[in-house]
């Protein structure tokens, strides 16, 4: 069976630190990946979006930026985080396009 | 513009008391509406997918419909255990990859 994994569960980091999160997934090969940030009383935002290895599609500007440098390997990045990227962040993959999304169980990310 | 509402925001349940949650949706040309549950801290999981109006789903206590602009969660007979927030998305003609998701109704059921 298939399986996410997502890590760290909790990261609490200063602005203007940098920034790496991760995400890998078992079981199936070439799965589109994607990254999601959760805001309290807002729907989940898709960020980034790789329907395979170093393609990388982004949906929303911002300070953040994808790699996808193995078929099951994701990862989160930014070289400076500010006040604004706190948030749960959950990773997310998919057989196909029209095919459900599974989750990680996120990263609460808190910046001081 | 909302391609996804959903309501309540938060529910309140009595052990047993059947009710049903609402997710309403504009975007063109369905390709997919998804349930998900989600627990606190955790990510969402996934619960069903309909394609299409009319279809139907079920598992253990939980039903999915679905008509042109909307789909229902009818929760039969809850348990505390069901305590959770459903979020909905939905996948359309004019979506790309993306799923839009709402903000959820949060379930308590109280024993």
């Known amino acids: 069976s298939q399986t996410i994994h997502q890590w760290p569960a909790t990261l609490v980091q200063p602005v203007g630190s940098p920034l790496s999160l991760e995400c890998t997934v078992e079981?199936?090969?070439?799965?589109?990946l994607y990254w999601y940030r959760q805001a309290a009383g807002r729907g989940l935002q898709l960020l980034f979006y790789?329907?395979?290895?170093?393609?990388i599609s982004s949906e929303v500007p911002q300070n953040l930026s994808a790699s996808r440098p193995q078929d099951r390997q994701f990862i989160l990045s930014s070289k400076k985080l500010l006040l604004s990227d706190s948030g749960f962040y959950l990773c997310?993959?998919?057989?196909?396009?029209?095919?459900?999304?599974?989750f990680g169980d996120g990263t609460r990310l808190s910046i001081l | 513009e909302d391609q996804v509402t959903q309501s309540p925001e938060a529910l309140r349940l009595q052990e047993g008391e059947s009710s049903s949650l609402n997710c309403s949706y504009t975007?063109?040309?369905?390709?997919?509406l998804f349930w998900y549950r989600q627990d606190p801290g955790k990510g969402p999981e996934f619960l069903f997918t309909?394609?299409?109006a009319g279809e139907e789903k079920e598992k253990e206590r939980l039903k999915a419909t679905l008509t042109k602009k909307e789909s229902f969660l009818h929760i039969t007979a809850p348990k505390p255990e069901d305590s959770a927030t459903y979020l909905c998305?939905?996948?359309?003609?004019?979506?790309?990859?993306?799923?839009?998701f709402g903000t959820g109704t949060s379930l308590t059921v109280i024993p």
């Open positions: 079981g199936t090969s070439n799965p589109n």
């Open positions: 998305a939905v996948r359309g003609s004019n979506t790309g990859n993306q799923f839009y």
């Open positions: 309909l394609y299409s």
């Open positions: 975007v063109s040309g369905l390709r997919g």
């Open positions: 790789s329907v395979g290895i170093g393609q």
């Open positions: 997310a993959w998919s057989v196909r396009a029209d095919q459900p999304q599974h």
